[in-house]
């Protein structure tokens, strides 16, 4: 074998365990998933194996999913929106900050180290009706009875902000450090104010990071169903609820996998245009 | 007699070669013999012991597991040298998606809910049959909690029954009066006066069953469903929250968040041991039910029945019924109960069980299909 066929070779003998297993854990079970999606449930909870169109059918022509998956594409915008306005400044400040830099990046990492589904949880007791927020405005004077708070769709955004946060803020951070500040300090110098300089270099030096944290927040947003179920009312419910319910309640894996399908199918297409536009390096480098 | 071992046996024969008295030939066609024998024997040996190393069982998880594993589960495993495997589930829906997705043998025993479970289990060709011989402490039992699933599987068994409770109505009494819930009874759920303080359990078949005595029907024949639907958006837009566990239940009416919801009783009779007030009532034809040990098909039979047999045990039963607050399926008037289960919510001293009204599960699980889903667009404001 010749030099440069061994040297073509070598980066696909180094990927072959990450293929192997992407192949193994991802691409065959949504193989199985493609598959299960053209089967039918019978009246027992027994699947019928075949090829039918039903459950696409279904899940394409029914408002009802259609519906859910507008709110549920509304709710991951809105909280992507609220995580933009609220982690870039934080962000700013982190990268901006001399000295305690590694500590404050440690404290945004903090809530990572505590399940995903306690720190939802953590809402009832700050927000409920005898939760820390109504009993500080009772002792206060500020209201003589409780506020109900909890269960509509503001907590459920509330909660997926929580969980969201930290990923935009270390996607933007990641970008703003990677600006040389000398730009600003030339921009300054020729006269800009420091809002002018933020305006017309920095924020636009960081928009990729930005745009690496809004899709973050969005696709995790728009996947998610605990926090609906925890600080959602009746009502409240998104597009993986649907999937839960129709897999586990009513034991309908083929619409189940043929829901599961369609999402990832939407969120699937954003990532792509993301990438088409901006390339996955950046939200690597977040990732990171 | 001592048992000799095989270092022992081989130090013997070498013996007996280093002393002359066996030839050479002799000697290696012993020990290829003993070699091919164990070689045969063990990975064969080692495929037969394993299907009695251990039994899986599957539960609610808390405190009954905790008095299963101390009264059940060790002395089981002192008796018989087979492990028992302690798993949990959130719901018996969960767990029906678990078995489905496993491979025959490796889920065991189960602590099943309603009896339309266990005929959802057996029309999915997942039941066994088990033999009652091998579970003397069957006998015990309250004949017409076993008659209904001889019902569903043919006479046979596939199970043996463990408990008792109601889903009824709770309500917090500093809020709404004894009086008030004995003249609303299931109709207080829907009540306008009490919005955004509602609560219900987010399970179809439960919200069905009250949508039905809230419009005046038999829970177990309903013949104006779209009547009982309009209950159930009623009773959805005056909800606060559709709670999804017995934890959630209890923190929301023990937090006030709600006054008044259905409740399981054994969840509510631990809130009033805690010190709430909090009331609780059955309505006529409230939801009755009861739970069982399932035994899947292709659980190691005998190993099973014996443990069976060993949670079945009065003492045993006794002491998961005093941890979960719900009645044993034991017959009181079999078995001395004790203290406590007498003053547990749905206990019937007779051992009849007149007064409860259980679900039919011809007729649940007859429409299982279209009314899970169903609700699950009604239960989304549809």
Known sequence: MSVEAREARQPWILLSPALGAVTLLLFVPLAFILVYSFWLRTATGADQVGFYLENWREALSDAFYRDILINTLKIAAITTIVCALMG????????????????????????FWISYIIRTMSWINILGVSGAFNSALMTLGVISEPIQMLYNETTVILGLVHFLLPFMVLNVFVSLEGIDTNLEDAANSLGATKWQSFLQVTLPLSLPGLAAGGLLCFVLGAGTYITPIVLGGPTDAMFANLVFEAIITQLNWPLGSALSLMLLAVLGTLVL???RYLGMAQLMKGLG | MKKMDNTTRYERLRERYMNGDLDRRSFLGLIGAAGLAYGVQTPFAKYAHAAVEQ??????????SEAFREHAFDPY?????????????GGGDEYLSRVKASQEGEYNIAHLSGVFDYARYHNLGLSSTLNEDNIPNL????????D???????????????????TGLAYNRKHISDEEMKEKGAKILIDEKLKGKIGGWGDWRTRI????LQTDQDPNGATDMEAVWDAIRKHRDLSLKYWSSGAELMSLLAEEEIYVTEGWSGRIYALQEQGH??????????YGWQECLFVIKGSPMEACEELLNFMLEPATSIAVAEGQNYPPALDPTKVELGDKIPTLPAFDPTGTLDGLTFADPEYWNGHEQEWSKQFGRVQKGY
Request: hydrophobic share 40%.
């Open chain 2, 277 to 286: 007030d909090i009331g609780y009532m059955d309505p006529p034809n409230g």
């Open chain 1, 273 to 275: 245009i993301y990438n």
């Open chain 1, 88 to 111: 870039y400044p934080a962000a700013y400040f982190i990268a901006r900050s001399k000295g305690n830099k590694a500590i404050l990046l440690l404290l945004l990492m903090l809530p």
């Open chain 2, 139 to 146: 006998q015990y039992v309250i004949p017409k909690l076993v």
């Open chain 2, 148 to 166: 209904v699933f001889r019902k569903v599987t043919d006479g046979k068994l596939s199970c043996v029954p463990y408990d008792y409770g109601t």
């Open chain 2, 77 to 89: 495993t002192k008796a018989t040298g087979i492990n028992v495997v302690d798993g949990t589930f």
């Open chain 2, 55 to 64: 039994v899986r069982f599957d539960g609610w998880g808390g405190v009954v």
């Open chain 2, 209 to 212: 069953w009250f949508g039905s």
